[in-house]
């Protein structure tokens, strides 16, 4: 893959029941919100505004597929506004949206304000909501009716872990590199409803087979367990999980299987039905470049052995009920999952824009590149470092992802000396990344930790090698 070479800083800078998908003309009722057409009509909701609302938001550049991949790419950094002095590698954290889509949602944000109603009078009581989890479901393999839009990943495992009907004695089989937002709901339910919740030690310096994780948990089903949870990309070494096997795996044997998704919209290019997974919850301000407080939650609603499904955080129960019998036939479960009171309107219309640019720019597309401009980091560490040095996660394709995890130093529980490298390479040479820190076995009483440095649409080469060329300086000088 041809990746820019530039200058180490130089960032460039529904109704209840509707299931089916609606036109991308018709958000708005009476014309109020277009589609403004961008090349292959990937671009964002523009808004007619009122005399003294100000500026409509403008259309996003068109960004050309056919242009060689250092132009294209140059094109595609141009969209980004973060400060020139700093080469940001933490969007493992946060992203930086899009200047377009930043305009547009202060515009929407300004119309709100200038309107309070608007978005209510001019989109009907559902907010174009149909429209929005149309456009989402298209995007990512689903159905309309099994999409909705929530807070964050915190937010839409919350709502999963708590929806579902778990027992007293129900086992849920989750690995040792889980978030604090699966383990917290997951704390919830052991001591308030006595499921037994197990932690499996999945591989960290030894990955090298996608059987390794499948065999692991295949060995610990038992005849409690009801359910497997996992990250599809553990935020602490940033290995990609084999989604499809496990969930295959747990369709076989009648499992729930559960995703946290926290680093997968946005990253790689996700198609829920093929993945097989019951439920799949992610952020829209990491990867994807949108809002803070925007998400992406699925839940499947078609198919054979649909779990019992409570949507406990809706405020629609008092209209529509649990199905009779589980029967969902009729059941739009993500909209009734999407009513929760006064919704941040104006950020779901920037998150679903951010997701349009994306499928303009092609989100294989985007998978190959983050992948790739990862995997170029790792081999770039590696060739300087040499024999020293530990990666957390392989350089191998099928457990790629943009997040890569090192330490450079021979005490890996040395977290004072981390701590010093991330924020020398922050104040000393502008690059910010974050550390994590984790067992690398299950009954360790120490932590290990890592650099976690993640490569995005916004980064190249260059920057890259700026950032090997620091890290390693200021390593030695840490190490003495």
């Known amino acids: 893959m041809n990746d820019l070479h530039c200058n180490k800083h130089e960032t460039g800078s529904e109704s209840l029941n509707q299931t089916q998908p609606v036109s991308q003309n018709g958000i708005s009722r009476r014309g109020f919100f277009k589609l403004a057409?961008?090349?292959?009509?990937?671009?964002?909701?523009?808004?007619?505004?009122?005399?003294?609302?100000?500026?409509?938001?403008?259309?996003?550049?068109?960004?050309?597929?056919?242009?060689?991949?250092?132009v294209f790419w140059k094109g595609v950094q141009k969209q980004f506004i973060i400060d020139p002095k700093v080469v940001y590698m933490n969007i493992g954290t946060t992203g930086?949206?899009?200047?377009?889509?930043?305009?547009?949602?202060?515009?929407?944000?300004?119309?709100?304000?200038?309107?309070?109603?608007?978005?209510?009078?001019?989109?009907?009581?559902?907010?174009?909501?149909?429209?929005?989890r149309a456009e989402l479901a298209a995007q990512f393999g689903c159905n309309a009716d099994e999409i909705c839009l929530s807070r964050n990943t915190t937010d839409g495992m919350d709502a999963i872990l708590f929806g579902l009907n778990f027992q007293e004695g129900d086992e849920i089989l989750t690995t040792h590199h889980e978030h604090i937002a699966a383990l917290s709901p997951l704390?919830?339910?052991?001591?308030?409803?006595?499921?037994?919740?197990?932690?499996?030690?999945?591989?960290?310096?030894?990955?090298?087979?996608?059987?390794?994780?499948v065999d692991l948990f295949a060995r610990n089903i038992t005849k409690n367990t009801k359910a497997i949870l996992f990250s599809h990309i553990t935020y602490k070494t940033g290995t990609r999980?084999?989604?499809?096997?496990?969930?295959?795996?747990?369709?076989?044997n009648g499992l729930i299987s559960i995703v946290d998704g926290a680093h997968g919209p946005g990253m790689l290019k996700l198609d829920f039905h093929d993945m097989g997974c019951d439920f799949y919850a992610g952020p829209g301000h990491k990867w994807q470049c949108g809002p803070g407080g925007t998400g992406i939650l699925y839940l499947r609603n078609h198919g054979d052995d649909l779990p019992e499904f409570w949507t406990q955080n809706a405020s629609t129960y008092t209209f529509v009920a649990q199905?009779?019998?589980?029967?969902?036939?009729?059941?739009d479960i993500g909209m009734a999952m999407q009513y929760r009171g006064q919704m941040d309107v104006s950020a779901h219309l920037?998150?679903?824009?951010?997701?349009?640019?994306?499928?303009?720019?092609?989100?294989?597309?985007?998978?190959?590149?983050?992948?790739?401009?990862?995997?170029?980091?790792?081999?770039?560490?590696?060739?300087?470092?040499?024999?020293?040095?530990?990666?957390?996660?392989?350089?191998?394709?099928?457990f790629s992802t943009g997040l890569t995890s090192f330490n450079p130093f021979a005490n890996l529980e040395a977290g004072d000396k981390i701590q010093a490298l991330v924020a020398r390479l922050e104040s000393e040479a502008g690059y910010q990344v974050r550390y994590t820190d984790f067992h690398l076995h299950?009954?360790?009483?120490?932590?290990?930790?890592?650099?976690?440095?993640?490569?995005?649409?916004?980064?190249?080469r260059a920057q890259v090698d700026g950032l090997v060329d620091a890290l390693y300086d200021l390593s030695l000088q840490i190490e003495g």
């Open 350 to 398: 920037a998150m679903v824009d951010a997701c349009k640019m994306w499928e303009e720019i092609g989100r294989e597309k985007i998978e190959e590149y983050v992948c790739s401009l990862s995997s170029y980091l790792k081999k770039s560490l590696a060739q300087k470092y040499g024999e020293a040095g530990t990666f957390f996660a392989p350089d191998i394709p099928e």
């Open 96 to 132: 930086s949206m899009p200047q377009q889509i930043l305009k547009n949602y202060q515009k929407y944000n300004e119309l709100a304000a200038f309107h309070p109603r608007t978005f209510e009078a001019e989109l009907g009581a559902d907010f174009g909501l149909p429209a929005q």
């Open 241 to 252: 999980l084999p989604a499809k096997a496990l969930c295959t795996l747990a369709r076989e």
């Open 442 to 460: 299950a009954g360790d009483t120490k932590p290990t930790y890592a650099l976690r440095i993640s490569t995005h649409i916004f980064h190249n």
């Open 37 to 70: 057409g961008i090349a292959a009509a990937a671009g964002a909701a523009g808004v007619s505004f009122p005399k003294g609302a100000g500026a409509a938001p403008s259309k996003l550049l068109s960004l050309d597929a056919s242009l060689p991949n250092k």
């Open 187 to 213: 704390n919830v339910l052991r001591d308030r409803y006595k499921v037994k919740v197990t932690e499996l030690e999945i591989p960290v310096l030894d990955t090298a087979s996608e059987d390794q994780f």
């Open 323 to 331: 199905p009779v019998k589980n029967d969902r036939s009729k059941y």
